[in-house]
């Protein structure tokens, strides 16, 4: 069995990550602040563990601590050649997410997100772990590139948030360049996840403002918001709302198994940076009316004006996760919809 480092572990796409990676052959030592997380998610993982199979509910390890703290990584690395189990490569989910927070916050998110990754790399390094598999994101993707964007399309993100996910990845590149290690480094760049495990035991805990869609939708629906309001109806696509790349949550969750088994197994220098995404765009009012169908609910909207940044449409193309991870998303808009309503429903007070 193999032991991986999950940064973050405790957060939306981290928990669905490291359930799927349970039930694998890893032993997984899950890193979290708890920042914008809750330490609750160790009883949920444990009571779906425990519906699928009694023998995984000790395949792991919370560790809570900031990714900024070289020491406490440094910890985790000697505590897991002392239990006889090394790390060998790293899942790093850790960091902050809101590219409105990252405008009026820069110096945070540069220290979190790349400073918080410096760390991490300067320990994986000093214990000869090379292995990474990278949260990357098309917010690194140009404004000005065509839908669908394959992952040679121009980089030149418009937000510090994106800045911090495209630094890291030069990061990666230059270690992957240098001579004298052997890195093997995988960036998924993510582009719109959405719903839920399907038990609607875990699921996403929107902490602070709501700025995403689904969140929003959720709580319209809810009744919990009065309505949803649309950021333009004037945009050059099919209804005049924005379009996105939506893929749910367990399929990208799925697509981090395939592209840490690749990196596990290749024994040469590897650097691969793969959209993620379902290749379809869907209009906000498209997910809306699908989310209203599924769910026979009413969600209250109005347009208003755009939103300062928004682009009008971004979807991916996902050719190279098919070819290189043979990855496709099994899921589609209504799952997406119906998981994460689900979620919502039974739910309304997030983990607490
Ligand atoms: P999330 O906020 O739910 O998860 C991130 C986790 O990292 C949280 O549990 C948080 O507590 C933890 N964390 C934050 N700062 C930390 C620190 N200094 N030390 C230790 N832990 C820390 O977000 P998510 O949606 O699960 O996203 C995971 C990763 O994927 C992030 O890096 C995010 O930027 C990236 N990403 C997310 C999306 C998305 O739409 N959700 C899209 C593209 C990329
Ligand atoms: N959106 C909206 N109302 C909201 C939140 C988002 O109309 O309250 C729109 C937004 O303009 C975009 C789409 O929904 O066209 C997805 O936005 P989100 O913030 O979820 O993702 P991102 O724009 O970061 O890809």
Known sequence: MKSILITGGAGFIGSHTCLQLLQQDYFLYILDSYVNSSPKIAERLDKLLCQINQKLRDKFKFI???IRDESMIDGIFKCSINENRPIEGVIHFA???SVAESVS???LYWD?????????????EKYSCRTIVFSSSATIYSENNRSPLSEDSEIKPYNPYGQTKANIENLLKDLYTSNDSCWRVINLRYFNPIGAHPSGLIGEEP???INNLFPYLNQVASGNIKELKIYGNDWPTIDGTGVRDYI???DLADAHCLALNYLIKEKKATLLSINIGTGRGTSVLQLLKTFESVNSCKIPFRFVDRRLGDIAISYASNDLASSILSWRPKRNLSNMCIDGWRWQKLNPYGYE
């Open 105 to 107: 916050s820069p110096s």
């Open 112 to 124: 979190v997100n790349v400073g918080g990754t410096i760390k991490l790399i300067r320990i994986m």
């Open 95 to 97: 960091g902050l997410k």
């Open 64 to 66: 809570e601590g900031d």
């Open 207 to 209: 902490r602070g403002k």
């Open 248 to 250: 749910h949550i367990m």
